[in-house]
């Protein structure tokens, strides 16, 4: 028989051990809670009306503007010229370097008589619409002849008679029939616009072209060969900068052993021009076939600046000062106000809605230089960091660690050094959005064609991507970039210089 010192030690194992099962019960069911809305659930990121538009997308625009009827699209006019307290709503005039087909529609000579006198009626004005017509890509062959010369007095005494004969324009795959429209087009419509190289198979036959995917997939490694040069010039741009952003992505590649293969994606600056900030425009995806410290680390080859990231722990042996992302601490609080009880308020509530002020002052900031944002930040986000690690280590004793809330607690606490970093530098940014925006194009390309067949078009890829992303970033046109380069590095040797094809400072043709 136990005494009674015995039976209150074993009763309050029993109550410590039930209190941990019951954190464990309940964190499980916050978890099976979290997997629910992630399979059935809206995503928290997105607006209402994205759900339906991506089904519904006419639809969803029509209703946008359900008083522009046909007469006022065709006379460009809208609800909001007729009533001055709405909001204008009008469709933007048509480009006017366009080019213009006009089309007279009269009356009959019968119908310029007046109905009541029998007059003649006069001209008093005319209604002017416009309507965009489509006019289907067309191709054409350019025929290259180059004359050849010899000499009559050798062609009868020499043995040997010189030939000579203009060389070849320089071209990016010599021997080929691609031109550089040609080879941007195909580049633009894979990276820019998603389109698998089978579509455009598809695409030419309908243009009675027979162009087949693998010919398509050869001219892109070598094009990407090509425009290689201009990408080790902007990796070494890149590397000069303040601050770079860093995220990476699965990529499957079919013909290798290894299952694991990354994506990369280094940026740099603006998603687009912004004349407030001193850093370039840059993106560069670089494959690697593992996710390891080792890729990051000889990317950036010793890189000292700020290196925004989100918590992955391969980037600590970059020796980059690390700024963290707190977009990644948001999802986490929102992850537990997804479980909370319908109707009720929770600590989850008030983290979101203390971030969120965080964010209105970066809204604030978005047209501010670098030495403007510094000092706005010390001023308004600091006390509001403060304020939140307070109530971080405040809730991190009364909230149970084995819990959705614990963990954001916790994570946000681990990361805090990391995620005030930002203010330490007018180009850091709050979050590692830019990152995550400049990797999406990839993503939602690799829906489209799966997966890389080898390594090499992997490779290809990545530099593709890089130009493609960059040129946007920079404000240009990608398929005329393309274009441009693969018209202009061909004529230039190993050695000579590309910093006019770079896309801060290059002139396209047209713009």
């Not at 007729?82 to 006017?96: I, M, V, Y």
């Not at 001193?278 to 000292?304: H, T, W």
């Not at 020796?319 to 909370?340: D, N, P, S, V, Y």
Request: a neutral charge; glycine letters at 4%.
């Amino acid at each position: 028989m136990q005494n009674p010192h015995e039976l209150l030690v074993e009763i309050d194992t029993l109550k410590e051990r039930n209190k941990i099962l019951e954190q464990e019960n309940n964190f499980l069911r916050e978890q099976f809670k979290l997997a629910q809305h992630r399979q059935f659930g809206a995503s928290s990121e997105k607006s209402p009306a994205q759900v339906d538009w991506l089904f519904n997308e006419a639809e969803a625009i029509a209703d946008e503007n359900p008083a522009e009827t046909d007469a006022a699209i065709a006379t460009g006019a809208t609800e909001a010229d007729a009533t001055s307290t709405q909001k204008k709503t009008g469709r933007k005039p048509l480009p006017a370097d366009l080019p213009r087909e006009t089309r007279l529609i009269d009356i009959t000579d019968v119908q310029k008589i007046c109905s009541c006198c029998n007059g003649d009626l006069h001209k008093i004005g005319e209604e002017k619409s416009e309507q965009l017509e489509y006019i289907p890509a067309s191709l054409k062959v350019i025929e290259t002849l180059r004359p050849k010369y010899a000499c009559r007095a050798c062609e009868k005494n020499a043995t040997a008679t010189p030939i000579v004969i203009a060389p070849m324009p320089a071209s990016p795959i010599p021997k080929s029939m691609a031109t550089p429209s040609l080879l941007a087009h195909i580049i633009g419509n894979k990276y820019q616009l998603a389109l698998p190289l089978y579509r455009q198979e598809i695409i030419f036959k309908q243009l009675n072209i027979d162009l087949n995917r693998n010919t398509m997939s050869n001219w892109i490694i070598r094009s990407a060969d090509v425009l290689e040069r201009l990408l080790q010039q902007l990796k070494i741009t890149l590397l000069t900068q303040a601050a770079i952003h860093a995220d990476e992505t699965p990529v499957t590649v079919l013909q290798d052993e290894k299952t694991n293969h990354y994506m990369w994606v280094y940026c740099s600056g603006r998603d687009s021009p912004d004349p407030n900030s001193p850093a370039n425009n840059i993106v560069i995806y670089d494959y690697q076939p593992s996710r390891a410290a080792a890729c990051p680390k000889a990317f950036l080859g010793g890189y000292k600046g700020y290196l925004q990231v989100d918590g992955y722990a391969a980037y600590e042996s970059t020796g980059a000062t690390l700024a963290g992302c707190m977009a990644h601490a948001r999802r986490k609080f929102i992850e537990a106000q997804k479980i909370q009880p319908k109707g009720k308020v929770g600590r989850a509530d008030w983290a979101v809605s203390h971030i969120q002020k965080l964010y209105r002052v970066e809204a604030l900031l978005s047209d501010k230089t670098p030495e403007e944002k510094y000092a706005l930040r010390q001023l308004y986000a600091l006390p509001l960091l403060t304020e939140f690690k307070a109530w971080l280590d405040k809730s991190a004793q009364q909230t149970a660690p084995k819990s959705t809330l614990g963990e954001a607690v916790a994570y946000t606490l681990r990361q805090w050094e990391k995620l005030t970093t930002y203010t330490q530098h007018g180009q850091l940014c709050i979050d590692n959005n830019r990152a995550e925006r400049a990797v999406k194009p990839f993503v939602i390309g690799r829906k489209n064609w799966l997966f890389s067949n080898t390594a090499s078009g992997a490779k290809a890829s990545a530099i593709l991507y890089s130009i493609i992303e960059t040129a946007k970033a920079n404000g240009l046109n990608p398929v005329k970039y393309v274009e441009h380069l693969l018209t202009e590095i061909p004529k230039r040797d190993a050695g000579d210089s590309l910093m006019d094809l770079m896309p801060w400072t290059v002139k396209l043709s047209g713009d």
